[in-house]
């Protein structure tokens, strides 16, 4: 996936909202909903027929099945394996009978469709997305209060709902409890039907509960944006690279000093951190710096991409593609690059930034078109290392 597919996808998906509203506003404001209907192109991201789809991946999502109900007629049945379609439906149905709304998690393995939307998602976030699950209730069901610890984009697949959702901003709570948390409440709320195709922008810490109003299916996906704390991370990680003083031990009896609340010269060492990081961070070169290197470790970190096994001949005429879910980050020194691809790292000599830049920005090419002041030699070597990190797959008429 390269910048314009990411795009692409995201524009379709969208829609009526562009890219540029949806990221300059909608991510920066509270809850939106943008209208569909059931022929747009998000309420197909389950296919043609979701329930069946859904269904058939008995083996995959039955053991992940987990629940909620705001007023359960009595114990979940037990979560296991299931030997057909026809026992899943009689389990899921067992959910409904009793209240609960069944959460099928864990969406990206099982529709490409979720799954593109969701790479592309992470592709101009630079963040993972954490959650993409569907909700699958009968007409009768209730949610309890709650919310969550990531933005939402909740797509209505099937049936309706009604949610009724907080009208104060949102706190943005950290991930962490705190102290003698509240339980959420909804005080001042908005009462928001949703029908096939519709969408819902729900910000992270937002009080919210739902009533399905027939039996409904609906997708959540959720992520959390970078954050002014995510940034600042990032600046002292890179700072700390270049600092070995940053890298050092210190109070080494720790157990001690929080027993006795006593940290002796640790906040020297810390006020002195600090302090060289907002030096540093008086350079805006500094900190692009620490962002770019900061994107190389996320997109690395993403779900390794699967890899063709065992790896194929090629020759210099092999058409190969970018493979499913292929996204990546390039940064480089004077000596090298730095191909940072979900799941890892490539690390190539600065002499073949050409082609590197090449492979990943053509998403299907032969491996004789690959460009810069290499042998063939070099290109198949080359095409052979992304073949086997999963970027490149042979392509069907290779």
Known sequence: MIFADARDTLERVLAPLSLGEFLDEILLGGVVKAPGDAGCERARLLGEDPQRLLLEQFDYLAPRITCHGAEPLGPPPAIERVADVEEFKAKIEAFHSLGYTVRLPDLRAIAPGIDAFSRALEFFLH???????????????????????????????EGAKRWFISDAPS????????????PPVLDRHSVIDVGPGDLLFIPRGTPHRVDALATSIHISIGFVPL??????????????????????????????????????????????????????????????????????????DLDKLAAT???????????????SGAICHLISNAQMIDFSYPGGHIYIHRGAEESVTFIAETPEFRIRDIPGMVGDDVRIALAGRFISAGFLVVAADG
């Open 309 to 323: 096994r065992p790896l194929p001949n090629v020759s210099i005429d092999t058409r190969v593609r970018h493979g």
């Open 127 to 157: 963040k993972p997305v954490e959650a993409a699950a569907v909700f699958w209730s009968r007409g009768d069901a209730k949610a309890p209060i709650h919310y969550d610890e990531y933005d939402l984009i909740v797509i209505q697949i």
């Open 227 to 300: 954050t002014v704390r995510d940034a600042i991370i990032a600046s002292l990680d890179h700072l700390s690279d270049l600092d070995i003083s940053l890298r050092e031990t210190v109070d080494s009896r720790h157990a001690f000093s929080v027993r006795k609340n006593d940290f002796g010269d640790l906040g020297r060492s810390i006020r002195s951190g600090v302090s060289s990081l907002a030096a540093h961070c008086g350079s805006d070169a500094f900190i692009a710096q620490a962002l770019q290197r900061r994107s190389s470790r996320v997109i690395s």
């Open 171 to 182: 706190p943005l709570p950290n991930t962490w409890k705190g102290l003698a948390e509240e």
